[in-house]
């Protein structure tokens, strides 16, 4: 963070700065990342794994559901009219 | 370790997605005008720098987030242990997140360098929203002068901004 952090004084506009820790030793995860699955039967499978866009709140355990303050005074909600 | 590959090129895999989902060309956003930059005037450790996560984090007691493109957003006070932030996001897969929020909210992190004195402070409120929205349009002319309005009332220096 602190290397990162320390790049903002000195890149412009449209500069990429690469930090120089790999998500894993191997890079052979990105093989997989958005590419269809073959599946036994030789037919091709999207590994899909967005959840279905729900217009109710998603708690992460029930137990946050049940704290939840209805009023909420540091839930800001947006008039998209 | 093996030879390190190039960084996924995310835009042409979307599209090879979508196309394989049977869904329509995803549509890109594009802007023709260069974005607005402002040059640092201060060293890091003269620095308030405030903290804006898109993926869908709550704390326990807020509302968490729908995932049918929420516009809205929750400030999160940064003096909050991070044991009583949440995830909630429909895109993303959230365990490494559930298990250590700094992944996608790096509050701890930031806390600790401000304790170290590399930076002056983490802004007293961190603000985040749920990414994925389809809407641009309602982002830019909506979501993002809130964000903006709030930054300029915490008096910020930085804005670290992270995805999920």
């Given at each position: 963070m602190q290397t990162a952090l320390e790049q903002t004084s000195s890149l412009g506009p449209g500069d990429i700065f690469r930090l120089?820790?790999?998500?894993?030793?191997?890079?052979?995860?990105k093989n997989t990342v958005m590419r269809p699955i073959q599946k036994p039967d030789g037919t091709l499978e999207m590994n899909d794994f967005r959840t279905a866009r729900l217009d109710s709140p998603q708690y992460q355990s029930d137990a946050d559901q049940g704290a939840?303050?209805?009023?909420?005074?540091?839930c800001v909600f947006i008039s998209a009219d | 370790m093996d030879q390190r590959q190039d960084p996924i090129d995310y835009i042409e895999r979307t599209r090879s997605q979508y196309d394989a989902l049977g869904y329509e060309p995803y549509t890109w956003v594009e802007y023709s005008a260069a974005p607005p930059w402002t040059a640092l005037s201060k060293p890091l450790n003269e620095m308030n720098i405030a903290l804006i996560a898109s993926g869908g984090i709550y704390a326990h007691g807020q509302i968490a987030f729908h995932h049918?493109?929420?516009l809205s957003y929750r400030i999160i006070d940064?003096?909050?242990?991070?044991?009583q932030l949440r995830t909630s996001h429909?895109?993303?897969?959230?365990t490494p997140a559930r298990e250590n929020i700094n992944v996608v909210f790096p509050i701890d992190t930031l806390k600790t360098l401000a304790h170290q004195g590399i930076i002056r402070s983490l802004s007293r409120r961190a603000y985040t929203f749920m990414g994925g929205i389809y809407s641009a349009r309602k982002v830019r002319d909506l979501l993002a002068p809130h964000l903006l309005k709030a930054l300029q009332e915490d008096e910020v220096d930085l804005a670290l901004l992270v995805p999920a």
């Open positions: 120089p820790f790999p998500f894993a030793d191997s890079d052979e995860w939840a303050d209805p009023k909420c005074p540091s | 049918k493109d929420d940064t003096e909050i242990e991070s044991t429909f895109a993303y897969d959230m």
